[in-house]
């Protein structure tokens, strides 16, 4: 059974990002490619992957943005299995082009396939669908079907889920990783035809309630096992995930193992590793290391690529399945074989342990009078870390504060209100909408404790949801200024809810969110006070096929060992520090903005 689990109340947007222990918050949805016109989703081929399409380069101004070469660079990144940054792609574009109905498709079609391939690179997920009984699944979705009708921040239309679980069905027999595991033995030709077919089982039927829902869906279950020989749970599993993946892009089921990363991102803590890796195609990115953890005691850092995990290459595993080989239960081991992007590779062993992860990457003084805390994601953690470092910054003289939030994709509602209670002496902080009256709140700031410290927020197109919370009640009280880009405007909150049987659980969008005078976030975002453009990128724009680092380069090296656990494998050069990308060292035009203005409200007070 699905539970609703009331604290936590997330908002936070979602992108593909891997804690080495797995699954961050993050993760976007996704929809197939050869769909026919019945289909909820647009009709096209197969996408094959190819190894050699190249990314043609794309304007970027409005001016000169163009809907066909949004499409033709969005496909060549399709045509590499590249979901995500096709996800991303297509997500820029459409703030410059909106509401664009091709954009908007091609987006959702991305978005299905990742969800497909992102569960099937899942060992959790996997092992769920094999233990799952077909009863036992489709009370799973008739769990997630209720929970649907109980808290879903709309009303449903229960056809339409019947038609969103056929779409990923119809997806998912297009995807190698499922097909291998359920299909191995059925000739393609069968595959294609059925999928082709498959919407015909749904298509013009009566959808009435969640019965006749259930019904639809055992009958296409049946369809599938007698034409395919595709075992039931397989084909319930994807009306499960259909029923929530396509409602929004922040609704998804979770896995077990994404759930459990959800609760140690919430809590600050987990077990693994300690870093942040980009998973994508046969590329696995460390982009972040954390301090103190075994990969920083090991010697890894941003950069550096994750070439082999326990003798396997990523390469004939695949990223994604190369991060989920990552976790593992605390105190066991880990062989790692990493490159900084050279033709040299080292190879370690790396003790998994707890680690804990702080939301406050950053808290010094500036220009001797002005705190600066960059605050990366909002946590269980992240009001008592803001806490000591305010009362540390104003113990060495502080007399303006900078928060910066740029990047910051969001996190727990409450601790965004907590932290704007801090700044904020009365009056509303954000109030909540949702379908079920639960949802329904309105979040206000008492006097007590706090802080009158002139204040200036940093924020960019990537701060989002609990970020804008924050951002949006600082200036609707005119509590301080507001820097940077205007943020990326998600205004929806997604509630938590684990299952005890077949799935990790459920993350369901649950209301919308409006700022104190009542506006709404979603599409528009918060806009600065002072707006300072984002530096435009000088690097090459055209992108070639993902091409890993040399594997495995015999060379001399000496040997070495901490004493955590990670030890360097003797005959391996010690690792360096991965080649800094073409933007680093730029000058920091918002951070300097922010500074620049903040020593002025100092000065100004001073006198």
Same mark, same amino acid.
């Given at each position: 059974m699905l539970h609703h689990l009331r604290p936590l109340i997330y908002a936070a947007s979602c992108c593909l990002a891997w804690m080495c222990s797995g699954w961050a918050l993050s993760q976007n949805l996704p929809t197939s490619d050869a769909l026919p016109a019945s289909s909820p989703l647009p009709a096209s081929n197969p996408l094959a992957p190819s190894s050699q399409a190249t990314v043609p380069a794309m304007a970027e101004t409005p001016a000169s943005l163009q809907p066909e070469e949004v499409l033709r660079v969005g496909k060549a990144l399709e045509q590499q299995r590249r979901w995500q940054e096709a996800i991303q792609h297509y997500e820029k574009s459409l703030k410059l082009l909106p509401l664009n109905k091709q954009i908007t498709e091609r987006m959702q079609i991305s978005r299905v396939h990742l969800d497909v391939t992102r569960r099937y690179a899942d060992r959790s997920f996997i092992e769920s669908v094999e233990r799952s009984t077909p009863a036992q699944s489709i009370e799973v979705y008739q769990d997630v079907v209720s929970k649907l009708e109980t808290y879903y921040v709309d009303s449903i239309d229960y056809y339409k889920l019947a038609l969103?679980?056929?779409?990923?069905?119809?997806?998912?027999?297009?995807?190698?990783e499922f097909i291998q595991k359920h299909l191995s033995k059925t000739p393609a030709a069968s595959i294609e035809n059925f999928r082709r077919n498959v919407h015909r089982l749904v298509f013009g039927k009566k959808v009435g309630n969640a019965n006749e829902l259930k019904n639809l869906a055992l009958l296409v279950a049946s369809e599938a096992q007698e034409q395919i020989g595709l075992m039931p749970t397989a084909t319930l599993f994807e009306f499960i995930s259909g029923s929530v993946g396509l409602l929004d892009p922040y609704s998804s089921i979770l896995t077990p193992g994404e759930y459990r990363e959800i609760m140690s991102q919430i809590e600050g803590n987990l077990i693994g590793l300690g870093v942040e =890796?980009?998973?994508?195609?046969?590329? =696995?990115?460390? *982009?972040? *290391?954390?301090?103190?953890?075994?990969?920083?005691?090991?010697?890894?850092?941003?950069? $550096?690529?994750? #070439?082999e995990v326990d003798g396997q290459t990523i390469v004939s595993i695949g990223a994604k399945r190369a991060a989920d080989m990552l976790r593992g239960p605390e105190n066991s081991s880990v062989k790692l074989v990493i490159s900084s992007g050279g033709d040299q590779s080292v190879a370690i062993d790396v003790v998994r342990r707890r680690v804990e992860i702080p939301s406050v990457s950053s808290a010094e003084m500036r220009n001797g009078q002005i705190g600066y805390i960059r605050i990366t994601n909002?946590?269980?953690?992240? !009001?008592?870390?803001?806490?000591?470092?305010?009362?540390?910054?104003?113990?060495?003289?502080?007399?303006? =504060?900078?928060?910066? +939030?740029?990047r910051n994709p969001g996190g727990l509602l409450e601790s965004a209100v907590e932290l704007a209670d801090y700044f904020i002496v009365r009056g509303g902080i954000v109030s909540t909408r949702g379908r079920n009256t639960s949802e329904n709140r309105?979040?206000?700031? $008492?006097?007590?404790?706090?802080?009158?410290?002139?204040?200036? !927020?940093?924020?960019?197109?990537?701060? @989002?949801?609990?970020?804008?919370i924050f951002a949006g009640a600082i200036?609707?009280?005119d509590r301080g200024y507001i820097v940077g880009q205007i943020s990326y405007g998600k205004g929806s909150v997604q509630g938590v809810f684990p299952s005890e049987r077949g799935i990790g659980g459920?993350? #369901?969008?649950?209301?919308?969110?409006?700022?104190?005078?009542?506006? @709404?976030?979603?599409?528009?975002?918060?806009?600065? $006070? *002072?707006?300072?453009?984002?530096?435009p990128d000088t690097t090459p724009t055209t992108?070639?096929? #993902?091409?890993?680092?040399?594997?495995?380069?015999?060379?001399?090296?000496?040997?070495?060992?901490t004493e955590t656990g990670a030890n360097l494998t003797a005959q391996r050069p010690v690792l360096q520090p991965a080649s800094e990308p073409a933007a680093a060292g730029k000058p920091d035009r !918002?951070?300097?903005?922010? +500074?620049?203005i903040a020593g002025q409200i100092a000065a100004g007070r001073a006198r």
């Open positions: 969103y679980g056929t779409a990923f069905l119809e997806v998912a027999l297009t995807e190698r =890796l980009w998973a994508e195609g046969n590329e =696995l990115r460390i *982009v972040d *290391v954390f301090k103190g953890s075994p990969a920083a005691q090991a010697g890894l850092l941003p950069g $550096h690529y994750i #070439l909002f946590q269980k953690t992240t !009001v008592n870390e803001v806490s000591r470092a305010l009362f540390d910054l104003s113990s060495q003289g502080m007399k303006s =504060l900078v928060i910066d +939030l740029r309105n979040y206000t700031a $008492h006097a007590a404790g706090t802080w009158d410290m002139p204040l200036v !927020v940093l924020i960019d197109a990537e701060s @989002a949801s609990a970020s804008e200036r609707d009280h459920l993350r #369901l969008t649950v209301s919308r969110f409006y700022s104190p005078s009542g506006t @709404a976030i979603s599409q528009r975002g918060i806009t600065p $006070h *002072v707006m300072v453009p984002e530096e992108l070639v096929a #993902l091409k890993p680092p040399v594997e495995s380069v015999p060379s001399q090296g000496s040997p070495g060992s !918002v951070l300097e903005k922010g +500074l620049e």
